[in-house]
């Protein structure tokens, strides 16, 4: 496994890379001894904090501080829950012990700690621990900002109590730089960004020790950011989070590092492209990208250096992008549930949120704020609803159309994909769905991306989730458009040319199978048909419809029925009655399944046709059922 991943990374590699890589290995082994130890990265003599933080929050409206209430009362209780997981709960007199950073919720395993030197710890391949995913989650601390906001707001002792013996304990638990909380920099970021707001809101309250341990905490935090970058393939929203890191710690200790601020600034025009669509290919990476900017130029307005307008011009036409994508966003891609600012499990709603908060920051219509919303309070409220747009938009640099009106009386959102698998060389985060559709109507999920499940420890359910089979779009004799090269990797990378409204191809096919597939969707009143050729040859195709998990499916003849309790909503009709229906299942196909967020996987029905399909093309009748409030046909009885 090990020696495969290695190779194929070595695939994805340009020579500098290759030469980069080389580099980090020596550097990080010259770290391990010489750079260890809490002794090396004294406290600076201010404690780090952004101006504006405190004064914001304390203008709270009711329904946050009573979230703020609750997650900080959760967190009091010894409960922790994310992604999809609750861990064990602890003893309130005894609320961070060490062995805590170490364990895994799923496999009540424990990573390795303070013996292991970091760089050393295996965690993309060694996966009877668990998927790292979890064990990181808590170490980012982020708990702590409702504590902090609690403090703040309702002058909680145990609240504040409780925030330095989280200190003290990771403090004590994970030196520089042992142990898994120190394994990725992007969680080095994260995790100083947590105990940065902290500090914002409530370090003048924090005892001394409690204010050098915190300290202690970001100079390491800052030397090992600055020493260890992602770059070439990896330089992606690790990157972004790594930057934002740097930035905040920087800015937080009275100095605004100007070369970081200004490659943040590059990297969100790099990775939130000019139509506001994401170049991961996913709506939440590209939030969580945003998220962290956005924290990094709500600071720099504070201390009174804002970022340009072309900054603010281009996360807003990322709120536009969402604001298409209707509600709720499409699951596109991979989604592990990372977010900057959370008030407990923050696990619907995201791109959203981050949508508002972008509309608050700038101050222009947008997407309203739900209740409670943590991110309304720091970056400000739309000072208006924004109408999201009706009809067809086509986001020609992501490669994705989404079409918004009304279906036989019910109000629906299609989106069409036709654009690159990812993200640089190895698209980790990227899916083989192209050519897929998504279908809501009156917002609820129809026909849906089946989601990511895990990571590091999905095994085969890793490549059947981001896999083409998996997906609303044709597939041929079980093979991927793009070929899987590791958990986080591709190669043989489809591509995906735009050919008119709603009508695209790709050439994923044509090196075995020396085929294009061509997709075009033709809307009318009442539904759609979608036309799938292959150009260039007839093959036995498989043509994949993933429904979501609260429907059902039944086969008659030539065409399917979906209902949602018992209520007609849908009807496909194909070209003949070779049609398999099957949900969930021991191992990954024929059966559906749907991640509704990570770690959780659901049964599903996912419709399949086989049968031939060549230059003349095949056709998918999609039909929508009536409300039946609306239908004016009377029923015989």
Same mark, same amino acid.
């Given at each position: 496994?090990?020696?495969?991943?290695?190779? #194929?990374?070595?695939?994805?590699?340009?020579?500098?890379?290759?030469?980069?890589?080389?580099?980090?290995?020596?550097?990080? +082994?010259?770290?391990?001894?010489?750079?260890?130890?809490?002794?090396?990265?004294?406290?600076?003599?201010?404690?780090?904090?952004?101006?504006?933080?405190?004064?914001?929050?304390?203008?709270?409206?009711?329904?946050?501080?009573?979230?703020?209430?609750?997650?900080?009362?959760?967190?009091?209780?010894? %409960?922790?829950?994310?992604?999809?997981?609750?861990?064990?709960?602890?003893?309130?007199?005894?609320?961070?012990?060490?062995?805590?950073?170490?364990?895994?919720?799923?496999?009540?395993?424990?990573?390795?700690?303070?013996?292991?030197?970091?760089?050393?710890?295996?965690?993309?391949?060694?996966?009877?621990r668990g998927d790292v995913k979890y064990v990181w989650e808590i170490n980012r601390l982020q708990f702590l900002v409702a504590l902090a906001a609690e403090v703040l707001l309702a002058?909680?002792?145990?609240?504040?109590?409780?925030?330095?013996?989280?200190?003290?304990?990771?403090?004590?638990? #994970?030196?520089?730089?042992?142990?898994?909380?120190?394994?990725?920099?992007?969680? /080095?970021?994260?995790?100083?960004? &947590?105990?940065?707001?902290?500090?914002?809101?409530?370090?003048?309250?924090?005892?001394?020790?409690?204010?050098?341990?915190?300290?202690?905490?970001?100079?390491?935090?800052?030397?090992?950011?600055?020493?260890?970058?992602? %770059?070439?393939? &990896?330089?992606?929203?690790?990157?972004?989070?790594?930057?934002?890191?740097?930035?905040?710690i920087g800015l937080a200790l009275g100095v605004e590092p100007q070369a970081v601020r200004a490659a943040l600034i590059a990297e969100i025009d790099r990775q939130i492209l000019p139509?506001?669509?994401?170049?991961?290919?996913?709506?939440?990476? *590209?939030?969580?990208?945003?998220?962290?900017?956005?924290?990094?130029?709500?600071?720099?307005?504070?201390?009174?250096?804002?970022?340009?307008?072309?900054?603010?011009?281009?996360?807003?036409?990322?709120?536009?992008?969402?604001?298409?994508?209707?509600?709720?966003?499409?699951?596109?891609?991979?989604?592990?549930?990372?977010?900057?600012?959370?008030?407990?499990?923050?696990?619907?709603?995201?791109?959203?949120?981050? *949508?508002? *908060?972008?509309?608050?920051?700038?101050?222009?219509?947008?997407?309203? !704020?739900?209740?409670?919303?943590?991110?309304?309070?720091?970056?400000?409220?739309?000072?208006?609803?924004?109408?999201?747009p009706e009809g067809l938009t086509t986001f020609s640099d992501g490669g994705l159309t989404v079409w918004r009106g009304p279906l036989a009386g019910r109000a629906a959102t299609l989106?069409?994909?036709?654009?690159?698998?990812?993200?640089? @060389?190895?698209? *980790?985060?990227?899916?083989?769905?192209?050519?897929? /559709?998504?279908?809501?109507?009156?917002?609820?999920?129809?026909?849906?991306?089946?989601?990511?499940?895990?990571?590091?420890?999905?095994?085969?359910? +890793?490549?059947?989730?981001?896999?083409?089979?998996?997906?609303?779009?044709? @597939?041929?004799? =079980?093979?991927?458009? @793009?070929?899987?090269?590791?958990?986080? #990797?591709?190669?043989?990378?489809?591509?995906?040319?735009?050919?008119?409204?709603?009508?695209?191809?790709?050439?994923?096919?044509?090196?075995?199978?020396?085929?294009?597939?061509?997709? %075009?969707?033709?809307?009318?009143?009442?539904?759609?048909?979608?036309?799938? +050729?292959?150009?260039?040859?007839?093959?036995?195709?498989?043509?994949?419809?993933?429904?979501?998990?609260?429907?059902?499916?039944?086969?008659?003849?030539?065409? /399917?029925?979906?209902?949602?309790?018992?209520?007609?909503?849908? !009807?496909?009709?194909?070209?003949?009655?070779?049609?398999?229906?099957?949900?969930? =299942?021991?191992?990954?196909?024929?059966?559906?399944?749907?991640?509704?967020?990570?770690?959780?996987? %659901?049964?599903?029905?996912?419709? /399949?046709?086989?049968?031939?399909?060549?230059?003349?093309?095949?056709?998918? #009748?999609?039909?929508?059922?009536?409300?039946?409030?609306?239908?004016?046909?009377?029923?015989?009885?």
């Amino acid at each position: 496994m090990r020696l495969g991943w290695y190779i #194929n990374r070595l695939r994805s590699m340009e020579p500098a890379e290759v030469l980069h890589r080389l580099g980090e290995a020596a550097r990080k +082994r010259a770290s391990k001894g010489r750079h260890e130890g809490w002794a090396r990265y004294p406290a600076a003599d201010r404690l780090p904090t952004l101006p504006g933080l405190a004064e914001r929050l304390t203008e709270a409206d009711p329904a946050t501080r009573a979230a703020i209430a609750a997650a900080a009362a959760e967190t009091l209780a010894g %409960r922790f829950s994310a992604l999809g997981r609750h861990w064990p709960q602890r003893d309130p007199a005894d609320l961070f012990p060490l062995t805590l950073w170490r364990f895994d919720p799923v496999t009540s395993g424990a990573w390795p700690g303070p013996e292991a030197y970091a760089p050393d710890i295996d965690f993309r391949h060694d996966g009877h621990r668990g998927d790292v995913k979890y064990v990181w989650e808590i170490n980012r601390l982020q708990f702590l900002v409702a504590l902090a906001a609690e403090v703040l707001l309702a002058e909680n002792a145990e609240a504040l109590a409780a925030i330095e013996a989280a200190i003290a304990s990771w403090h004590a638990a #994970n030196p520089p730089f042992r142990g898994v909380g120190w394994a990725s920099g992007i969680e /080095v970021a994260l995790r100083a960004i &947590s105990l940065i707001v902290t500090a914002s809101l409530v370090g003048d309250r924090l005892s001394p020790a409690a204010r050098r341990q915190l300290g202690e905490i970001v100079a390491a935090s800052r030397f090992w950011l600055a020493r260890f970058p992602s %770059r070439f393939s &990896s330089a992606n929203n690790h990157l972004v989070a790594e930057l934002a890191g740097e930035y905040l710690i920087g800015l937080a200790l009275g100095v605004e590092p100007q070369a970081v601020r200004a490659a943040l600034i590059a990297e969100i025009d790099r990775q939130i492209l000019p139509d506001g669509s994401g170049a991961e290919q996913t709506p939440t990476y *590209a939030a969580f990208t945003v998220e962290l900017a956005l924290l990094c130029a709500l600071a720099a307005r504070g201390a009174g250096r804002p970022f340009p307008n072309t900054f603010d011009k281009r996360i807003s036409a990322f709120a536009d992008f969402v604001d298409s994508l209707g509600d709720p966003t499409p699951a596109l891609g991979d989604d592990d549930e990372g977010r900057v600012l959370a008030l407990g499990d923050d696990a619907s709603g995201y791109a959203r949120s981050v *949508a508002a *908060a972008i509309a608050g920051f700038v101050g222009r219509p947008g997407i309203a !704020t739900t209740p409670g919303d943590l991110r309304a309070a720091l970056f400000g409220r739309p000072p208006a609803a924004a109408v999201p747009p009706e009809g067809l938009t086509t986001f020609s640099d992501g490669g994705l159309t989404v079409w918004r009106g009304p279906l036989a009386g019910r109000a629906a959102t299609l989106t069409f994909d036709h654009g690159p698998l990812g993200y640089l @060389s190895i698209a *980790a985060h990227g899916h083989a769905d192209a050519l897929s /559709v998504t279908l809501s109507l009156d917002g609820r999920p129809v026909l849906v991306d089946p989601g990511t499940w895990l990571y590091g420890s999905g095994g085969k359910w +890793r490549d059947w989730f981001r896999g083409t089979a998996a997906h609303n779009t044709l @597939s041929l004799y =079980g093979h991927n458009q @793009s070929r899987i090269a590791g958990a986080f #990797n591709w190669s043989d990378k489809a591509v995906a040319r735009w050919l008119g409204p709603l009508h695209a191809s790709h050439d994923g096919y044509r090196k075995l199978f020396e085929v294009t597939h061509e997709r %075009r969707i033709a809307l009318d009143a009442d539904g759609f048909d979608i036309i799938d +050729r292959l150009l260039g040859g007839t093959e036995e195709a498989e043509l994949s419809f993933q429904l979501a998990p609260d429907l059902e499916a039944r086969a008659q003849g030539e065409s /399917v029925m979906v209902a949602r309790a018992g209520a007609p909503l849908l !009807t496909l009709r194909f070209p003949s009655p070779a049609i398999a229906i099957a949900r969930g =299942g021991d191992t990954p196909g024929p059966g559906g399944w749907v991640a509704p967020r990570f770690g959780e996987k %659901r049964p599903a029905d996912r419709i /399949v046709w086989r049968g031939n399909v060549g230059p003349d093309g095949v056709v998918t #009748n999609v039909r929508v059922a009536t409300p039946a409030a609306l239908d004016t046909h009377p029923r015989q009885t």
